[in-house]
Nanobody, 111 residues
């Protein structure tokens, strides 16, 4: 079972930026699509961003143009750069690799 460890969450003011990182333990990392999901308080988990093995990306409608997903196959890392953050971006963010999720990291956008 792949192990994923997210980092980089925290408290940020509206309009600010934050970067999330995810370290994967899988030895076949470059063969897997990767992604970020989030679960806002009281809501279902939703897609934030997804990247296939060839670099094709897909974003949730609410984050398009503000968030960017990237990956480093050599380091087995997934990143999410979040800009122009809004209070509605507040959620627990989960990294996704090879069918598994990390433990999540809290992102709170508030003044």
């Amino acid at each position: 079972q792949v192990q994923l460890v997210e980092s980089g969450g925290g408290l940020v003011q509206p309009g600010g930026s934050l970067g999330l990182s995810c370290a994967s333990s899988t030895s076949m990392f470059s063969f897997h699509a990767v992604g970020w999901y989030r679960q806002p308080p009281g809501k279902e988990r939703e897609l934030v961003a997804f990247m296939t093995t060839d670099g094709t990306t897909k974003y949730g409608n609410s984050v398009k143009g503000r968030f960017t997903i990237s990956r480093d196959n050599r380091k087995k890392m997934v990143y999410l750069q979040m800009n122009s953050l809004k209070p509605e971006d507040t959620a627990v963010y989960y990294c996704y690799v090879a069918g598994g999720y990390g433990q999540g990291t809290q992102v709170t956008v508030s003044s």
